[in-house]
């Protein structure tokens, strides 16, 4: 696969994640809740489906060989669920810049995670990264009074999710089949202890919803796909810059689309946030200069 193929992957995996509040607006009619039930449900089809294309016994054998990883992927999903939940109630209850934010702080929380628990060593610039962010952080809570929990917590799950998945040898599409299925079963009792519950109202399966939340599936599972064969032909240093596509694109919506009230404080701490994010950027650009020569 050539570069520019790569980069066409990578870039088109970013920008469905980064439009996929207006999907999410759609079928805001549903409950947080039960529009994630319906993520993990449709998802774990479609693993299915491409199941039959992708044939990885290794890994299966694997899983069999330490089922330990089986209970890791558990906690993974559940994870991942979370973060999944958290993004689509912020989205669908007008807290898009937070979710933006979120994810902007998301690669220094990794970085930071890296260093703790990977016991990885961190430049000059990466710290510097890190201090300004924090600043940031700090300069909003002090100004407006409120910790920005909804940021914190989706830029701390996915890092977190992401340092797991990092240590745990088991590929990607593996993994996500079992982080899937397994709370396929939650997601039904949860549906079947709910039995009020919209999704299972005669109306909801007469009206254009359902279908709206089939497409909640391929919406999860075709940009991770995309993502994963662009990492493979790329650059760690030009996914680091694409990574910032998503966040980037759910700022504009909120701004120009969804008409999102921003006020000044929160501007400054994206203004902090960006700041740093430009610095780890160059960093991240003279480490790879330096190593290929």
Not at 53 to 60: D, G, M, R
Not at 96 to 107: D, K, R
């Amino acid at each position: 696969m050539s570069k520019v193929t790569a980069f066409f992957l990578g870039i088109t995996a970013y920008v469905i994640w980064g439009l996929s509040p207006i999907y999410f607006k759609s079928i805001q009619a549903l409950p947080a809740t039960e529009i994630i039930l319906h993520r993990i449900i449709w998802s774990a089809i479609c693993c299915l489906l491409v199941l039959f294309f992708i044939t990885q016994k290794s890994q299966w054998l694997l899983l069999l060989k330490h089922p330990k990883y089986i209970v890791i992927l558990m906690c993974t999903g559940l994870i991942l669920s979370g973060n999944w939940l958290l993004y689509v109630w912020a989205i669908n209850n007008g807290y898009m810049f937070e979710t933006s934010l979120g994810y902007y702080i998301n690669p220094l929380i990794s970085v930071f995670l890296g260093m703790v628990v990977l016991k990885e060593k961190l430049q000059k610039l990466q710290w510097l990264a890190i201090i300004l962010a924090a600043t940031g952080v700090l300069i909003q809570i002090i100004l407006l009074g409120s910790l920005p929990w909804i940021s914190l917590l989706l830029g701390l799950s996915f890092a977190f999710y992401g340092l797991i998945r990092k240590i745990v040898p088991v590929q990607v599409f593996t993994g996500m089949f079992i982080e899937t299925w397994i709370l396929v079963p939650v997601a039904l009792f949860w549906l079947w202890y709910h039995p009020t519950a919209e999704t299972l109202q005669p109306y909801f399966w007469g009206d254009h919803l359902w279908l709206l939340c089939m497409l909640a599936g391929p919406l999860t599972l075709v940009p991770l796909i995309l993502f994963n064969l662009a990492a493979k032909n790329l650059p760690y240093s030009t996914i680091g810059f694409l990574q910032y596509t998503s966040p980037t694109l759910v700022f504009l919506l909120a701004t120009f689309y969804f008409k999102e009230h921003l006020n000044l404080y929160t501007l400054i701490t994206f203004a902090f946030i960006w700041a740093a994010l430009i610095i780890f950027s160059i960093n991240s650009y003279m480490m790879v200069r330096k190593n290929r020569h």
